[in-house]
């Protein structure tokens, strides 16, 4: 994995973080609120602006913390007001933020990892590998990024998806400290409920999440009904299988009072069969306040997938209702700018290294 030696990202600091950093540099607790606002309400993009702080203090900040640049170096817009943006880091790494228009507001959907090791058979974003973990500032900034944008048309950032490039809960403490910030009411202060995590099973970071007790939505990618075949699809499996998955949100559905959301990519012939329907609700069975979202997968290229019919689709979800498992099938969005998480950065890749 690539390491960079740089100063801290502005964002990359709580508020509890930055009261403490305020504190250690001999300046009044109150600065702490001020940044914050500056950074969160006001949003701007230098430390010249903060224009109530002292001309010294600013100096400090400067030498301190940089700012995050998010280099927009493509960006598609779907006849369904979906956006999809690649920037580029500073390190010239490549990472995919989406804005999606939703008739109850805009969701954004943010990347955590430049690329992922997990390994889904099915994902672009796999395709080579992880390359690093994003800091906590440079997934706050694509937020704040989306805000800046929506901006111009008086709207706002109403819900939040970490279901972008990477794994999030292997890059768990920089994705405690976005959720702070996203939800502190001097932050973005985006209701929690409005904001979902997805994993693909990351085990002991269940349980560590369950622990935490937010009211954030918790979705787990799932796609098989058995450990042979999630295995083959989902490598991360191996080292977590579904008995310990299953165990994990048992404890957390018990811990939290909430439901857990099961993301299930359905593939043709290979997992969206009614005798898979069956076994995903026989496993299912046994944890309360079940949800499965059925998404008809995206054709990857490299991966050589095909889509589930229609019919099929409707045959799953029908019997995962016979037995009172609650189904929805995802609403595609952005088809036409091929918005399926790494699509748009493994392009990138692809033409860079022509
Ligand atoms: S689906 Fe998510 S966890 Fe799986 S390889 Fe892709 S980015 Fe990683």
Known sequence: METTEKKPFVYDLSLEQWQEWVKQNGESAFRAGQIFDWLYVKRVSSFEEMSNLPKALREKLLAAFSFVTLKEVAKQQSQDGTVKFLFELEDKNAIET?????????????????????????????????????APGE????????????????????????????????????????????????????????????????????????????????????H????????????????????????????????????????????????DQAEHAEELAQVLKGLPLSHVNLIPVNFVMERNFVRTSRDDIFAFQRILEKHKINATIRREQGSD??????QLRAKHMEASAR
Not at 168 to 186: G, S
Not at 337 to 342: L, Q, S
């Open 224 to 271: 098989a009904p058995n450990d042979q075949l999630r295995s083959k699809l989902m490598p991360v499996n191996r080292r977590f299988p579904f008995a310990d998955l299953i165990e994990a949100c048992k404890y957390y559905v018990a811990k939290t009072g909430r439901r857990i959301t099961f993301e299930y990519a359905l593939m043709g012939g290979v997992n």
């Open 337 to 342: 700018i091929a918005a399926a998480c790494g």
């Open 98 to 134: 989406v804005i999606m228009k939703h008739s109850y507001g805009n969701s954004v959907c943010v990347t955590t990892q430049v690329g992922c090791r997990i390994g889904c058979t099915f994902c672009a974003s796999t395709l080579g590998g992880l390359k690093r973990n994003l």
């Open 139 to 222: 997934i706050i900034a694509q937020v704040v990024k989306a805000q800046t944008l929506l901006d111009a048309t008086d709207e706002r950032v109403s819900s939040i998806v970490i279901m972008g490039i990477g794994e999030p809960f292997e890059n768990y403490d920089a994705v405690m400290t976005f959720l702070n910030v996203m939800i502190h009411p001097k932050g973005l202060n985006i209701g929690q409920r409005h904001i979902t995590v997805s994993t693909s099973g990351i085990v002991p970071n269940i349980y560590r999440f369950a622990d935490e007790a937010t009211q954030i939505n918790l979705a787990i990618s799932i």
